[in-house]
């Protein structure tokens, strides 16, 4: 495999936060203490394209955490200091990572003894981002394209590869691997790691995050409509009243053009974009916040015959794909293998007449979920700009392997995976074939969490990770 070269430190700086020391109950009791953070902002540089390490470069940040000590005799040791890494890599394609205080496990494994870091993935927060503006500096839309395509997970993982061998060159070679711990697309992520540069890690945590390994996403959207269709039930099931409040809508969106009412982003208000806030069925509480929305929404209809700003604006902060460009574009190459998405989500809709937006029987008009499809080049105001890239990229087949199904099956680095029955956005059984490819991979599986439990069942869900790490052979 392509030796990687390490990234170039090109700065960092360190300050301390408050932790939740000074934070009590309602009832006045004092909370756990947890202390405070010594947070520091890296920047790397790191080639543009790791097949050519004499090239032009990116900048990437990170933001590192330990726990901020003041021991009453101090130990200057280097040694001390050089506490076991874990790198956390955020879901996504796409998203950056928040500041390590705002994270609920952030504590949790600090005090397992590592320090952290948070990556923002190249384009994302300010690993030199992704937007429409900064890509079509790159100039035509064929070379916008090609560009893109130096984002997917193998060069994420080359990219950290090379942040590893910078952060630890000094360190003992003992301590030179790291951990990983990958949250959905992290995940993935974490498994082309395992495949092609197993040697810099000690340990991968994966959270919702074990990658269906094919080739293309067709087979993907294929399970995840029909785990779609068993959540819209759920929906439907607990709120049968939105049943009619969701057609009123959709016949007021009709009724005025279906897209003539502008959000306050400027996009395209849409019955198709509207049924997209079924993204959030896959999240804990997701049926609840759907269901606010539709509410409003349709008291508004009925109260006033238009929707007010308050409505728009929580329809348009719901899906904020504007500001996600490479969940936008990338969502369906990071299942591909030498094969073209083709619009892969859009297709297979096809296959479900439960998904009909047309239907003119009884039945409930039924959301969709994370599913990206060609409409929303038109829909999305920002995403309007970047319509013919969006196009080349559906039909572009020219994509690199992102598995070494060979390496993971003689894997010997200890994996640790949570994995959801009930996961809207990873198929389980799909996720549970991986499982079995990875040796000596370990599963923590569940029927009562969703894709968001690191977030919104953390202290379960990581107590059983680690669970897994310590336990013994019964």
Same mark, same amino acid.
Request: hydrophobic fraction near 40%.
């Given at each position: 495999?392509?030796?990687?070269?390490?990234?170039?430190?090109?700065?960092?700086?360190?300050?301390?936060?408050a932790g939740k020391d000074h934070l009590t109950s309602n009832r006045g009791e004092a909370n756990t203490l947890q202390g405070r953070l010594k947070i520091t902002e890296h920047f790397f540089d790191v080639p543009k394209d790791h097949a050519n390490q004499n090239g032009s470069t990116i900048r990437v940040f990170a933001r590192s955490v330990k726990k901020n000590e003041t021991p009453i005799v101090p130990d200057n040791h280097k040694e001390k200091q050089q506490l076991p890494w874990m790198c956390y890599l955020q879901g996504g394609p796409g998203f950056r990572c928040q500041p390590p205080q705002n994270y609920s496990?952030?504590?949790?494994?600090?005090?397992?003894?590592?320090?952290?870091?948070?990556?923002?993935?190249?384009?994302?927060?300010?690993?030199?981002?992704?937007?429409?503006?900064?890509?079509?500096?790159?100039?035509?839309n064929d070379v916008q394209a090609k560009y893109l395509k130096l984002y997917r997970a193998d060069s994420i993982v080359r990219d950290c590869e090379a942040i590893r061998q910078a952060l630890t060159a000094d360190y003992p070679a003992e301590k030179k691997k790291w951990s990983i711990m990958g949250q959905s697309f992290g995940g993935f992520c974490s498994l082309?790691?395992?495949?092609?540069?197993?040697?810099?890690?000690?340990?991968s945590f994966l959270f919702g995050g074990l990658a269906p390994i094919t080739a293309g996403p067709d087979e993907v959207y294929r399970r995840l409509y029909k785990k779609l269709i068993q959540r819209n039930e759920a929906y439907y099931n607990k709120y049968p009243e939105d049943i009619t409040r969701v057609k009123t809508i959709h016949n007021y969106l009709k009724r005025f053009g279906d897209g003539k009412i502008k959000l306050p982003s400027e996009g395209n208000l849409t019955r198709r974009r509207f049924r997209m806030l079924g993204l959030m069925f896959g999240f804990h509480g997701g049926l609840d916040s759907v269901h606010d929305i539709v509410l409003r929404a349709s008291y508004d209809i009925e109260s006033f015959g238009h929707l007010t700003r308050g409505s728009l604006s929580a329809?348009?902060?719901?899906?904020?794909?504007?500001?996600?460009?490479?969940?936008?574009?990338?969502?369906?190459?990071?299942?591909?293998?030498?094969?073209?998405?083709?619009?892969?989500?859009?297709?297979?809709?096809?296959?479900?007449?439960?998904?009909?937006l047309d239907k003119t029987d009884d039945s409930p008009i039924y959301f969709t979920g994370e599913m990206v499809y060609p409409w929303m080049f038109?829909?999305?105001?920002?995403?309007?700009?970047?319509?013919?890239?969006?196009?080349r990229i559906a039909n572009d087949s020219d994509w690199s392997e992102l598995y070494n199904e060979e390496q993971l099956a003689r894997n010997e680095v200890p994996v640790y995976a949570a994995s959801y029955v009930e996961?809207?956005?990873?198929?389980?059984?799909?996720?549970?074939?991986?499982?079995?490819?990875?040796?000596?991979?370990k599963v923590f599986t569940?029927?009562?969490?969703?894709?968001?439990?690191?977030?919104?069942?953390?202290?379960?869900?990581?107590?059983?990770?680690?669970?897994?790490?310590? +336990?013994?052979? +019964?």
């Open positions: 495999m392509q030796k990687i070269a390490p990234a170039k430190i090109v700065s960092q700086k360190s300050y301390v936060v496990f952030t504590h949790p494994v600090l005090d397992k003894g590592y320090q952290l870091l948070f990556l923002d993935q190249r384009g994302t927060g300010m690993s030199s981002p992704i937007t429409a503006s900064t890509l079509q500096m790159r100039g035509t082309t790691y395992l495949s092609f540069y197993p040697e810099g890690l000690r340990e329809i348009d902060r719901a899906m904020p794909f504007d500001e996600a460009v490479i969940y936008a574009i990338l969502h369906e190459p990071i299942y591909c293998q030498a094969v073209a998405p083709k619009w892969s989500a859009h297709r297979m809709i096809e296959e479900y007449p439960a998904f009909d038109e829909d999305y105001s920002e995403l309007r700009k970047l319509d013919d890239v969006a196009k996961d809207m956005y990873v198929d389980f059984d799909l996720a549970m074939e991986t499982a079995r490819k990875v040796k000596g991979c569940t029927n009562v969490m969703f894709h968001d439990a690191i977030r919104s069942r953390m202290d379960e869900v990581v107590r059983q990770a680690f669970t897994l790490r310590d +336990d013994v052979l +019964d």
